[in-house]
C-alpha cells in the first residue's frame, strides 16, 4: 500500500484525539494544556496534509478502503478516503487556516471556566474533524457524514453560550434551515442508489453514462438545494448571519475555512455530473449572482461589525457559485482558498476590535481605533483591500478570474457581478473608515481600556495578512503571465472528464485586459470615495427611507416568519388540539387506562381467603369438564 494511504487517516485521527482528550479531560486538564492539545492537534494534521499535497501534485490519486460500512445485497459502500488534487487543496486550507484560528482562540476564550474552555476545543477540534472527513471521503455517503458532523458542530459552537436565549434560537435557526438542504442531499443519494447501485465517485462518474438526462438534472439540483442550505445561499441563507452570535474565532472558522465551503466542494467534487446538466448550471449561476447581490446590498446598511462581514460571506459564496454555474470550476476553487485567507483575517481582526471595546460590536461607537491597534489597523486593511479586489492581493485574481467566465458566459452576468463588486469594497471600506478612521466615539472607560490585542491574536493576523498578499499567485491568469496559472495546473486531472461537456466561452486576452481595467479603476475610485466618505463623516444615525429596508435585511426574515414558521407554527397547534391529543393521546393513553383498569380488578380475586380460592378451583374444574364434553360431541 502506497505511504499515503498509510498515513491519510492521520489526518483526521490527530483532531478526533484533540477532541476526545478536551472533551473527556476538561474539567482536570489546564487552560494551557488544553490550549496545546488542541492547537497541536490541528497543527499535526496541516503537517501530514503539506505531505500529502506534495505527493498528489504529480497528478496521482489514491483510495483508501478501510472497512465496508454498508453492504446489502449488490450495494456495497465502503468507508473510504480518496486523495488527490482537490482534497489536498482543502486539507491544507481546513488544517492551515483552522490551526490559526486554534491559537488565537487561545488567547481570545481565555476568560472562560476551565471546563467551558476545554468544551470549546473539543468542540473546535470535533468541527475540523468532521470538515476533514466530508473533504476526504472517496463517496458521497462518508461525504454525507462529515457534511451532518459540520452541521452538528456549527449548531453546538453557535450556541455556545447557551444561558443567552437569543443564541441558543440562532443555533436552532442554522441547525433546522440546514436539515432542509439536508434532506435534499440525502434524496439524491439514495437517487444514485437506486439507479446505479454505488455511491462511490469513481463508480459513478464512471457510469454517468447510464443515467437518463432526467436523473442527471434531478440528482444535480437535489445536490444544489443541499449545497445551498450549507453554503447559505437563496433561499436558505438567513441562517449565517445570525450564526454571528457564537464566539467570534468559530464566526472565522465557519466562514472561512469549514462549514460553508462544503457546498462549493460538493458541486466541485461532482462536476462531471454538473457538466452534463446544463440547466442546472444555469440555475446555480442565477442563484450565485442573486445572492451575491443581495447579500451585498444589505451589508451597506449593517453596525454590527461581525454581520457586516456574515454578509460578505454569503455575497462572496453566491461568487463562487457563480463561478460554478458558469463551468468556471477551478475560479470556485480559487475563490474558496484567496477567501479563507482574507475572510479569517477579516473575521479574526474584528474579534481583536471586540476584544478591546470590551465586547462592543457596534461600528457606530468605534472610530479612530488606528492610533491604538496598529497591527490589527494594518492586516485589517489588507483585508479589505484583499476583499475589494485591489490589484496585487489575491482576492484581485480569483474575483477578476470569476467575472471573465461570467462575461463569456453573459454580459448580463457579468455587469451584476461588476456591481456587487463595486458595493463589496463600498461596505467594506465603510466598515473600515468608521473602525479605524476619525475620532473615538466610544465612552471614556472603552477608550481607556483600548490597546492592541495579544500576541496571541496578532500573530494569526498578520500570518493571514500574508497570505491575502501572496495567495493569489498561484493563480495568475494567462494574459498577465502567459499560461502560469498554477492552480490551473494542478486541479486539471480533476476537471479534465468534464471539460469536453462544457460550452466554450472563450474571452480573448484583449478583452480580458479591457475587463480588468474597467473593473480596477471602478473599483478604486469606490475605494476612495468610501474612505473619505466616512473617515470624515461616519454613518452614525439610523437608517431612514431604502436604508432601512435595507437595515432591516429586506425584511426576507420577516416574510420567512410570516409564510413558513407561523403558519407552521398554526398547523402544528391544529393538529394538536384535532388530532394528537384526541386521538393518538386518546389511543395511547386508553390502552394504559384499560390495562389499569383490568389490574385492578384481576387484584381482587387476590383476596387471601381459603374459601374464595376452593370456591374458584372448583368453578374452574367445572368449566373444564363442560367444554371437554361438548368438544367431544
Known amino acids: 500500500m502506497n505511504n499515503v494511504l498509510h498515513l491519510a487517516y492521520l489526518v483526521p485521527l490527530f483532531p478526533l484525539l484533540g477532541f476526545l482528550i478536551n472533551g473527556l479531560g476538561r474539567k482536570s486538564l489546564p487552560k494551557s494544556l488544553i490550549g496545546i492539545i488542541g492547537s497541536g492537534t490541528v497543527l499535526a494534521s496541516f503537517v501530514v496534509s503539506v505531505w500529502i499535497f506534495f505527493q498528489v501534485k504529480g ?38 487556516v483552522g490551526f490559526l484560528i486554534h491559537v488565537y482562540s487561545t488567547s481570545y476564550m481565555h476568560e472562560e471556566k476551565p471546563e467551558h474552555y476545554g468544551r470549546y476545543f473539543a468542540y473546535l477540534n470535533l468541527f475540523v474533524f468532521s470538515m476533514l472527513l466530508l473533504v476526504m471521503g472517496a463517496n458521497y455517503v462518508v461525504m454525507f457524514i462529515g457534511w451532518e458532523g459540520v452541521g452538528l458542530c456549527s449548531y453546538l459552537l453557535i450556541g455556545f453560550w447557551f444561558k443567552k436565549t437569543e443564541y441558543n434560537k440562532a443555533a436552532n435557526k442554522a441547525f433546522i434551515m440546514n436539515r432542509i438542504g439536508d434532506l435534499a442531499f440525502l434524496i439524491a443519494i439514495f437517487w444514485l442508489v437506486w439507479r446505479l447501485d454505488s455511491v462511490s465517485y469513481g463508480d459513478v462518474f464512471a457510469n454517468v453514462s447510464k443515467l437518463s438526462n432526467t436523473d442527471i438534472i434531478a440528482i444535480t439540483l437535489l445536490l444544489f438545494v443541499g449545497a445551498t442550505g450549507k453554503s447559505a445561499q437563496i433561499p436558505l441563507y438567513t ?57 451585498a446590498s444589505i451589508a451597506l446598511k449593517q453596525n454590527d461589525i461581525k454581520k457586516v462581514l456574515a454578509y460578505s460571506t454569503v455575497s462572496q459564496l453566491g461568487y ?106 463600498f461596505y467594506m471600506f465603510r466598515l473600515y473608515a468608521t473602525t479605524f478612521r476619525g475620532s473615538f466615539r466610544g465612552t471614556h472607560e472603552q477608550e481607556h481600556h483600548l490597546h492592541e490585542s495579544p500576541a496571541a491574536i496578532t500573530i494569526p493576523l498578520i500570518i493571514l495578512a500574508i497570505l491575502s498578499v501572496i495567495g493569489g499567485y498561484v493563480g495568475v491568469p494567462e494574459f ?38 474597467v473593473s480596477t479603476a471602478l473599483i478604486l475610485i469606490v475605494v476612495i470615495f468610501a474612505w473619505t466618505r466616512f473617515s470624515k463623516k461616519p454613518d452614525t444615525e439610523e437608517a431612514t427611507g431604502f436604508g432601512k429596508v435595507l437595515a432591516n435585511k429586506w425584511y426576507v426574515d420577516e416574510l420567512y416568519d410570516a409564510a413558513v414558521v407561523r403558519p407552521l407554527h398554526k398547523l402544528g397547534g391544529f393538529l394538536d388540539n384535532m388530532l394528537e391529543k384526541p386521538v393518538i393521546d386518546g389511543v395511547v393513553n386508553g390502552v394504559g387506562k384499560l390495562v389499569n383498569y383490568g389490574s385492578r380488578q384481576l387484584r381482587l380475586l387476590q383476596s387471601g381467603q381459603v374459601g374464595s380460592y376452593v370456591l374458584l378451583m372448583v368453578l374452574g374444574m367445572l368449566v373444564i369438564f363442560v367444554v371437554q364434553f361438548f368438544l367431544r360431541k
Not at 64 to 80: C, E, V
Not at 496 to 512: F, G, K, R, Y
Request: with cysteine.
Open 59 to 96: 497528478g496521482n490519486t489514491y483510495v483508501a478502503n478501510y472497512f465496508d460500512f454498508i453492504s446489502a445485497g449488490k450495494l456495497s459502500i465502503p468507508f473510504a478516503f480518496q486523495i488527490d488534487q482537490l482534497s489536498s487543496l482543502f486539507l491544507l486550507i481546513i488544517t492551515g
Open 239 to 295: 441562517w449565517l448571519p445570525d450564526a454571528m452570535a457564537g464566539p467570534t474565532p468559530v464566526s472565522a472558522l465557519i466562514h472561512a475555512a469549514t462549514m460553508v465551503t462544503a457546498g462549493i466542494y460538493m458541486i466541485a467534487r461532482s462536476n462531471i455530473l454538473y457538466s452534463l446538466a446544463p440547466l442546472t448550471l444555469n440555475v446555480i449561476a442565477i442563484i450565485g449572482i442573486a445572492t451575491a447581490l443581495l447579500a
Open 320 to 425: 463562487m457559485f457563480l463561478a460554478l454555474g458558469t463551468g468556471s470550476y477551478v475560479a470556485a476553487v480559487f475563490h474558496v482558498m484567496t477567501h479563507a485567507f482574507f475572510k479569517a483575517l477579516l473575521f479574526l481582526g474584528s474579534g481583536s476590535v471586540i476584544h478591546a471595546m470590551g465586547g462592543e460590536q457596534d461600528i457606530r461607537k468605534m472610530g479612530g481605533l488606528s492610533k491604538y491597534m496598529k497591527i490589527t489597523n494594518i492586516t485589517f486593511l489588507i483585508g479589505c483591500l484583499a476583499i475589494a479586489g485591489i490589484p496585487g492581493l489575491s482576492g484581485f485574481f480569483s474575483k477578476d478570474e470569476i467575472l471573465a467566465g461570467a462575461f463569456g458566459k453573459s454580459p448580463v452576468l457579468y455587469a451584476v457581478g461588476l456591481f456587487t463588486a463595486l458595493l463589496t469594497a
Open 480 to 517: 498577465l503571465a502567459h499560461g502560469a496559472h498554477s492552480l490551473n495546473t494542478f486541479l486539471q486531472p480533476i476537471f479534465a472528464a468534464s471539460q469536453p461537456h462544457l460550452p466554450v466561452h472563450e474571452v480573448s486576452h484583449s478583452t480580458e485586459w479591457v475587463l480588468t481595467g
